[in-house]
């Protein structure tokens, strides 16, 4: 079993940013971010592999940037020039090759003001 925790949400003005925090209880092959807005289904945001091979959303591409560190057993989300549309619960994610078992966190609000 996996525990993941997230950390680094609030409430920020349009174009700024905010820097989203995941910690797993053990080194996960892939992980990443999604996020749920109200009245929409949980999408995809970013997924980064233990070799640091990223993938994005095209809505955030150029905006967002995914990373992680191997030793902490953490991946971030760097989200700058937020917009409203950003606005969501975003959930940490961790899929695990070894297992076939995916994992997710409780989630992190963030709020993005016009």
């Known amino acids: 079993q996996v525990q993941l925790v997230e950390s680094g949400g609030g409430l920020v003005q349009a174009g700024g940013s905010l820097r989203l925090s995941c910690a797993a209880s053990?080194?996960?092959?892939?992980m990443g971010w999604y996020r749920q807005a109200p009245g929409k289904q949980r999408q995809l945001v970013a997924t980064i592999t233990s070799d640091s091979t990223s993938n994005y959303a095209d809505s955030v591409k150029g905006r967002f940037t995914i990373s992680r560190d191997n030793a902490k057993n953490t991946v971030y989300l760097q989200m700058n020039s937020l917009k409203p549309e950003d606005t969501a619960l975003y959930y940490c994610?961790?899929?695990?090759?070894?297992?076939?078992?995916?994992?997710w966190g409780q989630g992190t609000q963030v709020t993005v003001s016009s």
């Open positions: 053990r080194r996960i092959f892939s």
């Open positions: 994610y961790a899929y695990s090759t070894l297992s076939r078992q995916a994992y």
